[in-house]
Structures are given as C-alpha cells and as structure tokens.
C-alpha cells in the first residue's frame, strides 16, 4: 500500500520528493512557506507538519510543495539616493529556477528598477501567474518572473511595475483600465509598486492638455487606494522633463521657475523659444506643449507621489538640463516625494547634448 500526500495551492510550485522514511511509525511531510517580502528578514521562513500513521512494512512515499508566497509593496525605504534603472521585458533571456539572467544579475548599487512596460488596460487573473494579456514579454511565464523579482528583492532592489511607456497608450482602449487588475498582478509577483509612464498617443506632445491632465491625476488616485502607502506600495511616474517648468498652458505664478522668469532664469531672449533642435542654456525648454504638464498634477496629488523620475532626454537641445531637476525639487520640498534624474548613456539618440 502507498500513501500519496498531494498539497494543492494557487501559487507558483514546484514538487520535491522526499525521500521514504525508514522503520518509521509515521510519515512527516513539511511545507515551507517562504516569505521575501519582509524588510527585516528577507528569508524568514514557516513550516508546518503533516503526521500520517502507517506501519513500517508500508511503501512510504510523499510529494512535498514548496510555495513561495510574495505580496506587493512592502518596498524597502527611500533613504540613500535613488539609482534607478529602466529593464526592458523582451531583452530578458530563457531562465530556469535557481539559474541567473540579465534580469536577475542587475548589480545590487542599483536600488530602484522600473520593469517595461505593462499595458496601462492590462487583464490578469489573479493568481494565474498568465502574462499573455499584460503586455510584459519576459520569454518565460510567471512564476518564473515571480522568482526574478524576488532575485532582485534580495538584492535590496526595489522592482516597480511600469505602466504604459511609448507604445501602450495607442488608443481610447488604453484608458480602459481595471486598477484591481493590476494591483493583483503586483502582488502575484512580488512587485513593489507601479511607475506610471503616461506618453498619449507616444509622445509628450499633448500630455499638457486638460483631458490627459485629469486622467494623470486619476492614475494616482485611483491606483492609492488600493496600494496605500501604509503597506509599502510606492507609486511613481515617469514625466517630461520639462513637466515642472511653467509654461504657456500649464503656470505656477507663485514658482520660480514660472514662464515670465525664463528669460532671467537663461539669461536668453526668446529667439530660440521655440526652436526645440537648437542648442541653448534653456529657453527652448520653456516653449514645448508639454511644459508645466505637471504642475497641476502635483498640486492635486503630489501628496500620493513617491517617486518622479523625469525624463531629462527626449526635451530638445537645451544643454541646461539642471534647470528641470531645480523646477521638480521645488514642488519635492512641498509633497515630499523623491526625484530621479533620468539621462541616456551617450551619445543620445538625437546627439550629444549633454
């Protein structure tokens, strides 16, 4: 007679055999249940003993699961500078558990890696562990995306989700979005919050105007409420770098580094104001549409902002680019959020400006 113990969970498992047990009055069979999302000890872990009575002459055979359990957020703090890095899903290679990949062998200097993209209107089972309506196109499948990030926790990584990016936010179906969805995802896999990268239609070019203002503004309004703060979720977004300075449609009055200040904040007139290609100290970066597109976004939910790692590149030719850090730190002193400085390893796409 053979005794067959089979435990079945929701979660990414994987089967070990335990070996039968010799001239033993019971089986034993242990479950582990380990936890990598804990700040103090990443590899705490639990067990629990199953005892069945047989008799020694029995076959004695079990098949254990081993289910590693991770929630989203639980983010470690933001207490040293943020060094950030974008990974693109579909560069990851095949990996298998326990081995390493590009994904998983991120150095550890790294704290904060944005993992590209998710569909902003994504669909997702919770606990399925399916990525084919996501958008994310790592070459494996969940579970194995799971065991990645946590690699990386381990690491002391913080690995946030980025929604959108240049090629999501194609069409009105783009807005069509399940905010639960996607918070189940995060925490299927570990993630520790989600990074809002909103680009309409691709580009940056009407993200200033007042329907894409609001749905900004809703992002982060819908997306807290679900993830609070409280339990570690951190929420970030990936704006033009210009999104602080004022500009023609979107002003702060009361900023300094408000439209009417350009010319003293440059030292330039306003020849090259609209000039994007040509090389200033800064006055063509007040000119763009999407100048100042966050001003209004920032004193409507600032507050609910962790992490804002504008986008120093794709603004032009402007070699002062410190000016768009000045312009987000001054609204950081007022919301408390953390600035990034995003840069393109050189030469930039368009040239080397910087």
Same mark, same amino acid.
């Given at each position: 007679?053979?005794?067959?113990?089979?435990?079945?969970?929701?979660?990414?498992?994987?089967?070990?055999?335990?070996?039968?047990?010799?001239?033993?009055?019971?089986?034993?069979? @242990?479950?582990? @249940?380990?936890?990598?999302?804990?700040?103090?000890?990443?590899?705490?872990? %639990?067990?629990?003993? @199953? +005892?069945?009575?047989? %008799?020694?002459?029995?076959?004695?055979?079990?098949?254990?699961?081993?289910?590693?359990?991770?929630?989203?957020?639980?983010?470690?703090?933001?207490?040293?500078?943020? /060094?950030?890095?974008?990974? $693109?899903?579909?560069?990851?290679?095949?990996?298998?558990?326990? *081995?390493?990949? #590009?994904?998983?062998? /991120?150095?550890?200097?790294?704290?904060?890696?944005?993992?590209?993209?998710?569909?902003?209107?994504?669909?997702?089972? #919770?606990?399925?562990?399916?990525?084919?309506?996501?958008?994310?196109?790592?070459?494996?499948?969940?579970?194995?995306? #799971?065991?990645?990030?946590?690699?990386?926790? =381990?690491?002391?990584?913080?690995? /946030?989700?980025?929604?959108?990016?240049? @090629?999501?936010?194609?069409?009105?179906?783009?807005?069509?979005?399940?905010?639960?969805?996607?918070? =189940?995802?995060?925490?299927?896999?570990?993630?520790?919050?989600?990074?809002?990268?909103?680009?309409?239609?691709?580009?940056?070019?009407?993200?200033?105007?007042?329907?894409? /203002?609001? &749905?900004?503004?809703?992002?982060?309004?819908?997306?807290?409420?679900? !993830?609070?703060?409280?339990?570690?979720?951190?929420?970030?977004?990936?704006?033009?770098?210009?999104?602080?300075?004022?500009?023609?449609?979107?002003?702060? $009055?009361?900023?300094?580094? &408000?439209?009417?200040?350009?010319?003293?904040?440059?030292?330039?007139?306003?020849?090259?104001?609209?000039?994007? %290609?040509?090389?200033?100290?800064?006055?063509?970066?007040?000119?763009?549409?999407?100048?100042?597109? !966050?001003? $209004?976004?920032?004193?409507?939910?600032?507050?609910?902002?962790?992490?804002?790692?504008? *986008?120093?590149? +794709?603004?032009?030719?402007? %070699?002062?680019? #410190?000016? !768009?850090?000045?312009?987000?730190?001054?609204?950081? =002193?007022?919301?408390?959020?953390?600035?990034?400085?995003?840069?393109?390893?050189?030469?930039?796409?368009?040239?080397?400006?910087?």
């Amino acid at each position: 007679m053979s005794f067959f113990l089979v435990f079945l969970f929701s979660e990414c498992a994987k089967e070990n055999t335990v070996p039968p047990l010799e001239e033993s009055g019971g089986l034993t069979t @242990t479950t582990s @249940t380990e936890n990598n999302n804990s700040n103090n000890n990443p590899d705490t872990s %639990t067990s629990s003993e @199953t +005892n069945v009575d047989t %008799t020694p002459s029995e076959e004695q055979t079990s098949t254990s699961v081993s289910v590693t359990v991770s929630v989203g957020g639980d983010a470690f703090p933001i207490d040293t500078p943020v /060094i950030l890095a974008y990974f $693109p899903s579909w560069s990851e290679n095949w990996v298998s558990a326990g *081995q390493s990949s #590009k994904l998983r062998d /991120i150095p550890a200097f790294v704290n904060h890696l944005f993992l590209g993209f998710g569909k902003p209107n994504l669909r997702y089972e #919770k606990g399925s562990y399916d990525l084919s309506a996501t958008g994310i196109e790592v070459p494996y499948d969940g579970c194995t995306l #799971k065991e990645s990030v946590s690699a990386l926790r =381990d690491k002391g990584i913080n690995v /946030i989700l980025s929604v959108g990016g240049e @090629t999501f936010w194609k069409d009105e179906s783009s807005y069509d979005i399940d905010y639960q969805q996607i918070k =189940d995802l995060v925490d299927d896999i570990g993630f520790a919050g989600i990074d809002w990268d909103f680009e309409p239609d691709g580009s940056f070019q009407q993200i200033g105007s007042s329907l894409n /203002i609001n &749905r900004f503004i809703a992002f982060f309004e819908e997306s807290r409420k679900l !993830m609070p703060r409280e339990q570690g979720y951190l929420l970030a977004c990936a704006p033009a770098g210009v999104g602080a300075l004022g500009g023609q449609l979107n002003d702060d $009055p009361e900023s300094p580094y &408000r439209f009417e200040q350009r010319n003293v904040l440059t030292g330039e007139t306003d020849a090259l104001l609209y000039q994007g %290609t040509q090389s200033t100290n800064g006055i063509n970066l007040f000119g763009f549409g999407s100048t100042g597109h !966050m001003i $209004p976004v920032l004193k409507a939910v600032g507050d609910e902002i962790d992490l804002i790692a504008f *986008q120093g590149y +794709n603004t032009g030719a402007s %070699t002062n680019r #410190k000016i !768009m850090y000045d312009a987000y730190a001054y609204y950081a =002193d007022q919301y408390g959020f953390v600035i990034a400085a995003g840069v393109h390893y050189l030469p930039e796409p368009w040239g080397s400006f910087l």
